[in-house]
């Protein structure tokens, strides 16, 4: 049970973070009483709007908690070389997404979709990759969450007091689109940064005495040796994660490879704060015979119970009833739990939604109800909020609540496999095959890449459906590098093979694009609700995501 202070912080920072969303709306109302532009609605939807919102230390803050809903938990169930292959893998992918982003920028592409369709013009690729970002979302939610409440983590799913304040940052998240999501994030990461400081001083006594963090030993199977790693980071930037939507919201190219860089560095900071935290907690719990799952209740003397239950360690067993009376939570332990392990998870909720909102709005919704029920900027903009209200309250129904209700089976944590392959997450290396393939070569076509993502994407099913996802094995853990090497050699060897024949369209090669560069008065894009092409400006005050 929280105390009133506790109480009082949440409606605070809900308060605050209210009175932005809503001045700013009405203030973006008033501007244009006669109605606003659809595409000036669409940058400040998609894009973030006014230039101090889109500073690159919010986009590095917004990029830096893309990667893990709650990093300390991660440090828990994995050694110390499963930690720094994690942060190589995830700067590395993010660096290599960075060029990729770079060149998407140079073409003038709003997203990765419509890169592809202008690519292969394919509709079967533009599904595949359209539904591969869709489930993946899932996947995301489902293995942080599966591992969170399988080993009693992630507590804060439990509380109700987490699941308003995560639902009340969603539906304020609805009146701006990203404008409103990118202040979102500055807030919740100046509270983790503040809980953290207060973590890192408790654990500090015990962080150096426990050498868990300081153990090479790789695990049995030694796939933190392999690709697996990074290969589902990697997709998950490109193809599930909105990388590159907070890229192209930047002024220009070089304050978006800037923003890029200042996520880097908080991400790198961050995994090594929290991992010596990790390190000195689980010490701490060590040297006082707790669970694991205690090392932080420890500190203020109580033990976890149940959901919402928690027990003070020195007293006997008590009926049920007598446990919120006697273990209230003080501010200072509710507040750590909730800035560590809530704070980044909010975060990456608001933004993944968003990109369930943006895509649902650009390629799902059939062009005839779009046209019926968008007129003018403040009707997309009314469009847009009710699609991210949708989509926040889905996320919470179906992905965050359901895993406390019926708490999965305790499982005992050595070295914990967190990517676990699901059904959900086998169209992942066969779209990052033909996404990397694009650009890198010129002669790849549809039918290449449609035969082998089909063909891997079978594989991978049948594989998982014979599999028991309780039951870690090696060919789990090698799974994405198994995957994904035959399907890139693959993809070269047919390409090789079946050459695409010379009376196709030149939009199935990629020598077109280059001839798109060298002639910018033929670069033009068509709008979502225009008939009429719009002629972009050309690269020397080309503002990416902004309006023509």
């Given at each position: 049970m929280?105390?009133?202070?506790?109480?009082?912080?949440?409606?605070?920072?809900?308060?605050?973070?209210?009175?932005?969303?809503?001045?700013?709306?009405?203030?973006?109302?008033?501007?244009d009483k006669s109605g606003i532009v659809i595409v000036?609605?669409?940058?400040?939807?998609?894009?973030?709007?006014?230039?101090?919102?889109?500073?690159?230390?919010?986009?590095?803050?917004?990029?830096?908690?893309?990667f893990s809903p709650c990093l300390l938990n991660e440090h828990f169930l994995s050694s110390g070389l499963s930690t720094i292959m994690m942060l190589v893998s995830r700067i590395a992918?993010?660096?290599?997404?960075?060029?990729?982003?770079?060149?998407?920028?140079?073409l003038r592409f709003r997203n990765v979709e419509e890169y592809l369709l202008k690519r292969f013009d394919s509709?079967?690729?533009?599904?595949?990759?359209?539904?591969?970002?869709m489930v993946g979302i899932y996947y995301l939610w489902h293995i942080y969450l599966y591992s969170y409440e399988t080993f009693h983590l992630f507590n804060l799913t439990s509380s109700l007091e987490f699941m308003f304040v995560m639902i009340a940052f969603g539906s304020l998240s609805a009146l701006g689109g990203m404008n409103v999501i990118l202040v979102g994030c500055a807030i919740l990461w100046f509270l983790e940064t503040v809980g953290q400081s207060f973590l890192f001083s408790k654990a500090y006594p015990n962080m150096f005495s426990n050498?868990?963090?300081?153990?090479?030993?790789?695990?049995?199977?030694?796939?933190?040796?392999?690709?697996?790693?990074?290969?589902?980071?990697?997709?998950?930037?490109?193809?599930?994660?909105?990388?590159?939507?907070?890229?192209?919201?930047?002024?220009?190219?070089?304050?978006?490879?800037?923003?890029?860089?200042?996520?880097?560095?908080?991400l790198t900071t961050k995994t090594v704060l929290y991992a010596c935290s990790a390190n000195g907690l689980l010490d701490y719990a060590n040297k006082h015979e707790l669970h694991f799952r205690d090392s932080i209740h420890g500190q203020y003397n109580l033990s976890f119970e149940q959901p919402q239950l928690f027990r003070l360690r020195q007293h006997k067993p008590q009926k049920a009833e007598h446990v919120?009376?006697?273990?209230?939570i003080s501010f200072p332990h509710f507040f750590t739990i909730f800035s560590v392990f809530g704070c980044n998870t909010i975060a990456y909720y608001l933004l993944q939604t968003q990109t369930l909102a943006m895509h649902t709005y650009l390629h799902i919704l059939p062009n005839w109800l779009r046209s019926g029920l968008i007129s003018d900027g403040r009707e997309l903009h009314l469009t847009f909020s009710c699609l991210y209200l949708f989509c926040a309250y889905l996320t919470?129904?179906?992905?965050?609540?359901?895993?406390?209700?019926?708490?999965?089976?305790?499982?005992?944590?050595?070295?914990?496999?967190?990517?676990?392959?699901?059904?959900?997450?086998?169209?992942?290396?066969?779209v990052i095959s033909f996404v990397l393939l694009g650009p890198l070569c010129s002669d790849f076509w549809s039918i290449p890449a449609i035969i082998v993502s089909l063909s891997t994407f079978i594989s991978g099913a049948i594989f998982v459906s014979q599999n028991n996802p309780e039951v870690d094995s090696c060919v789990d853990r090698w799974l994405p590098t198994f995957l994904f090497v035959p399907a890139f050699l693959a993809s070269l060897l047919l390409s090789w093979i079946l050459r695409a024949p010379r009376f196709l369209p030149n939009s199935l090669l990629f020598r077109h694009h280059m001839s798109l560069r060298?002639?910018?008065?033929?670069?033009r894009s068509l709008s979502i609700l225009a008939d009429g092409p719009i002629i972009r400006p050309t690269r020397s005050n080309f503002r990416i995501g902004g309006p023509s």
């Open positions: 929280l105390d009133l202070t506790a109480i009082l912080f949440l409606v605070s920072i809900s308060i605050v973070y209210a009175v932005y969303a809503i001045t700013w709306l009405c203030w973006y109302i008033w501007k000036d609605t669409e940058y400040v939807l998609f894009s973030g709007g006014p230039k101090y919102i889109r500073n690159v230390m919010f986009l590095g803050i917004a990029i830096s908690q893309l992918a993010l660096g290599i997404s960075v060029i990729f982003f770079n060149h998407l920028a140079t509709r079967v690729l533009f599904i595949l990759h359209l539904f591969n970002r050498t868990s963090i300081f153990t090479f030993r790789p695990d049995p199977c030694y796939s933190q040796y392999g690709l697996n790693y990074f290969l589902i980071i990697l997709c998950q930037i490109l193809s599930v994660q909105p990388a590159y939507a907070l890229f192209q919201a930047a002024n220009n190219t070089r304050q978006a490879n800037i923003a890029m860089l200042v996520g880097i560095l908080l919120h009376t006697v273990a209230n919470v129904v179906f992905f965050v609540y359901p895993h406390h209700i019926i708490p999965p089976k305790l499982l005992h944590a050595v070295d914990y496999h967190l990517f676990k392959p699901f059904l959900s997450s086998m169209m992942s290396m066969p060298r002639r910018p008065e033929k670069t």
